[in-house]
């Protein structure tokens, strides 16, 4: 297993080699939030990057809303656009020694960026995170690839290790998918069990 540790995705960062950011904030995810979820709902972002989609749900009324890291040079790009969103919320660290509850996790691109060993345990940290009847909600990539990152997956792999900890509420192409990853992206709302 190859070790993406803080050095490796900070180097990434440095050498401007990020090709997941988007560079706008991701509208199934904004639109999900906007459209189900109260503004004083707890928010995490794990492996949040250049922060657009916590920036945008700051600035649209979410003032729980959190960004997670591991790369302070991710950190640095949402600061260095002049963004209002709090740096305090913006947190950095190792996602699974992470400790704190939250009512929705936002995934997308953190999954698949870890190595698959790490699913099982990364299934165990999202329920510990989340509040009673919390929700995993985002995109997961449906490709095989298992040279990553990006790792890839499908739907039944998916609802096998997903299906012991969190109700599947939705497992299913993603039909707004941005361009590049067209047909290749499955939206999840997983609530805990």
Same mark, same amino acid.
């Given at each position: 297993?190859?070790?993406?540790?803080?050095?490796?995705?900070?180097? @990434?960062?440095?050498? +401007? +080699?990020?090709?997941?950011?988007?560079?706008?904030?991701?509208?199934?995810?904004?639109?999900?939030?906007?459209?189900?979820?109260?503004?004083?709902?707890?928010?995490?972002?794990?492996?949040?990057?250049?922060?657009?989609?916590? +920036?945008?749900?700051?600035?649209?009324?979410? =003032?729980?809303?959190?960004?997670?890291?591991?790369?302070?040079?991710?950190?640095?790009?949402?600061?260095?656009?002049?963004?209002?969103?709090?740096?305090?919320?913006?947190?950095?660290?190792? /996602? /699974?020694?992470?400790?704190? *509850? /939250?009512?929705?996790?936002?995934?997308?691109?953190? /999954?698949?960026?870890?190595?698959?060993?790490? @699913?099982?345990?990364?299934?165990?940290?999202?329920? @510990?995170?989340?509040?009673?009847?919390?929700?995993?909600?985002?995109?997961?990539?449906?490709? +095989?690839?298992?040279?990553?990152?990006?790792?890839?997956?499908?739907?039944?792999?998916?609802?096998?290790?997903?299906?012991? =900890?969190?109700?599947?509420?939705?497992?299913?192409?993603?039909?707004?998918?941005?361009?590049?990853? @067209?047909? *290749?992206?499955?939206?999840?709302?997983?609530? =805990? =069990?």
């Amino acid at each position: 297993m190859s070790t993406l540790d803080a050095a490796y995705w900070q180097k @990434r960062y440095a050498q +401007d +080699d990020f090709p997941w950011d988007i560079g706008y904030a991701n509208q199934v995810l904004t639109h999900y939030v906007e459209q189900n979820i109260a503004k004083d709902a707890r928010i995490l972002i794990p492996g949040a990057g250049s922060g657009y989609e916590a +920036d945008y749900l700051w600035n649209k009324g979410y =003032k729980n809303v959190y960004a997670l890291d591991y790369a302070a040079d991710a950190k640095a790009l949402l600061v260095s656009r002049g963004s209002t969103f709090p740096e305090g919320q913006y947190l950095m660290g190792d /996602f /699974f020694e992470f400790d704190q *509850r /939250f009512d929705v996790i936002l995934e997308q691109t953190f /999954f698949c960026a870890l190595h698959p060993a790490l @699913r099982p345990q990364y299934v165990n940290h999202m329920h @510990r995170l989340l509040n009673k009847g919390g929700v995993l909600f985002g995109l997961l990539f449906e490709m +095989d690839k298992q040279d990553g990152p990006p790792y890839g997956g499908n739907a039944s792999e998916y609802q096998d290790l997903f299906q012991p =900890k969190f109700e599947i509420c939705v497992l299913q192409q993603c039909l707004d998918s941005i361009a590049p990853r @067209r047909g *290749r992206e499955l939206v999840i709302e997983f609530k =805990k =069990k």
